[in-house]
């Protein structure tokens, strides 16, 4: 359900529109569902529209978490 | 010879009238101004109903297709140059030679020459520069409304030499798959201008006769046991197909496949699957394990070869299917399609 | 593919793997139902199955707008489309669903209907914009990720005095579902269909936030992972879900933090609060009448509605006696149990909801993973599931 994906905002266009990246391919589509959106971020797509802001730090954060689950056991297992 | 025709057709400004596909003296003009003047061979000069050329010897292989491509022109081709590849594509997956072709056209009322023009041109120099010139054909009109501009449908023939012996039918366990190329240019290139698809990208379709590149794979390789080009439905329906004409399974390796950046992103933003996606200048082989590299180095070899990769083996399945080992380290099943991958939101 | 290869990195799938083993253990078995179709399709794609332990079980929800969508609505859309002066907006999915008397959207258009495929309710817009004298009815499906969308539309055509666009309103809501599956006879029924834990939707919650969920850990004492859309994320959230389940807790923890807060988002919340109500009752394909779990437009904005405008009558239409999607959809049995699994019912030739879209359990399970059935039936295979 529900297909979406982060794509990199490349350019801030008129009435809440803007041009997003991803891998190259190019779109137009809505932030009008969102808010303070710059050049450079990245937002969450569906179907033609920006869903929220994705968070780097939190990403990263993330991909971090799965590289430390096989190493670390937790307490109690 | 007297011209028969008080004035020339009118490419810039005329259209596709119901007379040009009467019979009559509007149609010869257009066969004449048109048709003979692009593809401007001995044969069609002659204006014969039909052709006699000279054949080498040989098994003749004959093939046909249908073209109804809409948008009539896209980035890296348009539905000219595409009949003439597809067809001669067709012809060469046997290990033939292609020769000749015939071109039939259905034209909708009210195209515009200059579109027609620009078609046929596209088609004459592809023919051209594959040496298979377009030797005899037809040209009927049908009312506004009941066409896409245009249909095209190419037919070509061809001969095999001896000791080539390629078929669906003779993948065998152990055998190695190779295809030529990436993956899923055309179809994405085509859905790129496709109403309420849009998007900005480099990718061009891939149209290309093919029949160069198996000319210098069957002289590496002779003994090659399969070929075919994965055009509708894209590599994950050819590949089923010569499972079941073979009665063996497939297991091909995801990371393995050649696919473009842009074509992967596309097909993201799509919900599609690059397996699925047409390509119109790249082919799959299948030859006995043994013969994979020297086949690999041939395709590498030549231009329209160069991302050629071993994308797989195929094993002993009396299902047939054929499985995918994913870059995420799990299998599965990779299918037939389902009618026509369409876009999705879920 | 910045933010979307990483999390599909083979070896940390691995690893992710070998934790879920280990910390799973022998003793128990496990089954979490992971709610939303995208989840369902990145377990079938990437084979996640593959790297899961045999004792913890993936139970596939029914969280696909277009599975539940019933054939009666199918039937209403393609009444609309075939209204003289029409043009029927839909997105891509809807366009093969079979309905009554072996139409669907697809072969309605190809009978001379005016249906046409969008990307998005811009282009719908568009289409309204550009056709005056045409009526543009939207045909909008989806839950709460593809609702507030929708609502944008309707307040742009009313901004923009577009008298001629309408939207057919389909839109449901995932909380209401998910409750109505758990209070599911066959589930309460300690024994039959343990749902040990659920594994969040990843877009639906970048709308709604992690917040809603809070109520069915309490409630029903069910732990819940909301988790993004890749398949390491779905890992990750099924790891969580297997230590939740191991400490005794029911919490709802987000795994998708770089895209769901707490909150979620207000802006398009409030959006769809001010366009849409709720209707008292909504039938949903396979599991029967759901009290408050769909939408419906406000009176304010009844202009825009097809459903009044058109004066349009719901009818319900049964599936297919032999149909199993029910249970599939609570769990209780698997695809392959059903009668007509691969047989009658194919994705080419759908009779019920779960093989209707590629997000379906059987349309799934059918695309990428029957051949382990038939493996096993055979007796042949590595011991995988």
Redesign the interface.
């Known amino acids: 359900?529900?297909?979406?994906?982060?794509v990199?905002v490349v350019e801030l266009r008129d009435g809440d529109m803007a041009i997003v990246d991803?891998?190259g391919v190019r779109k137009e589509?809505?932030l009008?569902?969102?808010?303070d959106v710059a050049a450079g971020d990245?937002v969450?797509l569906?179907?033609?529209?920006a869903?929220?802001r994705?968070?780097?730090a939190?990403?990263e954060?993330?991909?971090e978490?799965?590289?430390s689950?096989?190493?670390a056991?937790?307490a109690?297992? | 010879m007297k011209r028969g025709f008080t004035r020339a057709l009118d490419f810039r400004h005329g259209h596709v009238e119901m007379t040009h596909g009467s019979g009559g003296r509007a149609m010869a003009q257009l066969v004449e101004e048109l048709f003979v003047a692009c593809f401007d061979n001995e044969a069609l000069r002659r204006l014969d109903d039909q052709a006699q050329v000279d054949v080498p010897p040989g098994r003749l292989v004959i093939a046909t297709d249908s073209h109804v491509v809409s948008p009539l022109f896209f980035p890296g081709g348009d539905i000219g140059c595409l009949s003439v590849h597809g067809t001669i594509n067709d012809v060469a997956m046997a290990g033939a030679q292609p020769l000749y072709l015939a071109a039939s056209f259905i034209l909708e009322e009210g195209l515009p020459l200059a579109e027609l023009r620009r078609i046929v041109e596209s088609m004459a120099q592809a023919a051209r520069a594959a040496g298979v010139p377009v030797v005899t054909g037809d040209t009927k009109v049908v009312e506004r409304g009941n066409g896409d501009g245009v249909f095209i449908t190419t037919t070509g023939v061809g001969v095999v030499p001896q000791g080539v012996n390629v078929s669906g039918s003779r993948a065998c366990p152990g055998d190695a798959v190779l295809v030529s190329g990436t993956m899923g240019d055309h179809g994405v290139a085509i859905m790129s201008l496709r109403?309420?698809?849009s998007f900005g990208t480099t990718i061009e379709s891939d149209t290309a006769a093919l029949h160069g590149l198996v000319a210098a794979m069957l002289a590496a390789v002779p003994s090659v046991h399969c070929l075919r080009d994965p055009t509708r439905g894209g590599l994950a329906t050819t590949l089923n197909e010569l499972a079941r004409q073979s009665g063996v399974g497939i297991v091909i390796g995801e990371s393995r496949i050649p696919v473009r950046?842009e074509v992967?992103?596309a097909c993201?933003f799509?919900g599609l699957d690059p397996l699925y996606v047409a390509n119109e200048g790249k082919l799959v082989a299948i030859c006995a394990a043994g013969e994979a590299d020297a086949l690999l180095a041939a395709m590498r070899d030549h231009p329209l070869g160069r991302d050629a990769a071993i994308i797989g083996e195929v094993i002993e399945d009396e299902?047939a299917?054929v499985?995918m080992d994913?870059?995420?380290?799990?299998?599965?099943?990779v299918?037939w399609l389902?009618?026509d991958q369409?876009?999705?939101?879920? | 593919?910045?933010?979307?290869d990483?999390?599909?990195?083979?070896k940390?799938?691995?690893?992710?793997?070998?934790?879920i083993t280990?910390?799973a253990?022998s003793d128990r078995r496990y089954s979490f139902m992971e709610f939303?179709?995208?989840h369902t399709h990145a377990i079938?794609?990437?084979?996640?199955?593959?790297?899961l332990p045999p004792t913890v079980r993936m139970i596939h929800g029914p969280?696909?707008?277009?599975c539940v969508l019933p054939i009666g609505r199918v039937d209403m859309a393609i009444e609309i489309a075939r209204r003289p002066g029409v043009i029927l907006a839909t997105?891509?999915?809807t366009?093969?669903v079979p309905a009554s008397g072996r139409l669907s959207l697809l072969k309605a258009k190809a009978q001379g209907a005016d249906v046409?495929?969008?990307?998005?309710?811009?282009?719908a817009l568009r289409l309204a914009e550009e056709n005056p004298d045409r009526e543009v009815v939207m045909f909008a499906i989806?839950?709460e990720?593809?609702t507030?969308?929708t609502a944008?539309a309707i307040k742009q055509a009313e901004a923009r005095g577009l008298g001629n666009f309408l939207v057919f309103c389909n839109h449901v809501l995932t909380p209401s579902a998910i409750s109505h599956i758990l209070e599911s006879p066959e589930v309460r029924d300690i024994g039959t269909v343990p749902i040990d834990g659920f594994v969040g939707?990843?877009?639906?919650s970048?709308?709604i936030g992690s917040r809603p969920y809070e109520f069915f850990a309490e409630e029903y004492q069910k732990p819940v992972v909301i988790a993004?859309?890749e398949?390491?994320?779905v890992m990750?959230a099924i790891?969580m879900l297997v230590?939740q389940v191991?400490?005794g807790r029911c919490e709802v923890e987000n795994?998708?933090?770089?895209?769901?807060s707490r909150e979620g988002?207000v802006?398009?919340q409030a959006?769809v609060a001010e366009v849409f109500e709720l209707r008292r009752e909504f039938e949903w394909r396979g599991l029967g009448t759901v009290p408050y779990s769909a939408l419906r437009l406000k009176d304010r904005y009844a202009a825009f509605d097809a459903e009044r405008r058109y004066a349009l009558v719901d009818r319900q239409v049964a599936d297919h006696k032999a149909c199993d999607c029910g249970a599939i959809l609570r769990g209780v049995r698997q695809p392959a149990d059903c009668r007509l699994f691969g047989d009658a019912c194919t994705?080419?030739n759908p009779l019920g909801s779960c093989m209707v879209?590629?997000?379906g359990a059987c349309a799934a399970h059918?695309?990428?993973?029957?051949?382990r059935s038939?493996r096993r039936e055979a007796g042949v295979g590595s011991g995988?599931r």
């Open positions: 359900m529900c297909l979406a994906l982060p990199r991803l891998g589509i809505s009008a569902l969102v808010e990245y969450i569906h179907v033609g529209y869903l929220t994705l968070d780097p939190e990403a954060r993330t991909l978490t799965f590289a689950a096989g190493l056991a937790p109690g297992a | 109403e309420n698809l950046g992967n992103s993201e799509l299902h299917f499985q994913t870059a995420f380290g799990g299998r599965r099943v299918d389902t009618g369409l876009p999705r939101i879920c | 593919m910045k933010y979307i990483e999390f599909r990195d083979g940390l799938a691995q690893s992710l793997g070998a934790a280990r910390e253990g939303c179709g995208g079938a794609r990437y084979g996640v199955t593959d790297l969280g696909c707008p277009v997105y891509g999915d366009l093969r046409r495929m969008v990307y998005s309710t811009q282009d989806g839950f990720t593809t507030p969308p944008l939707p990843a877009h639906v970048t709308i993004g859309f398949p390491l994320d990750q790891l230590r191991n400490d795994e998708f933090t770089r895209a769901v988002n802006k398009a959006l994705p080419e879209s590629s997000e059918y695309t990428y993973g029957r051949f038939i995988v």
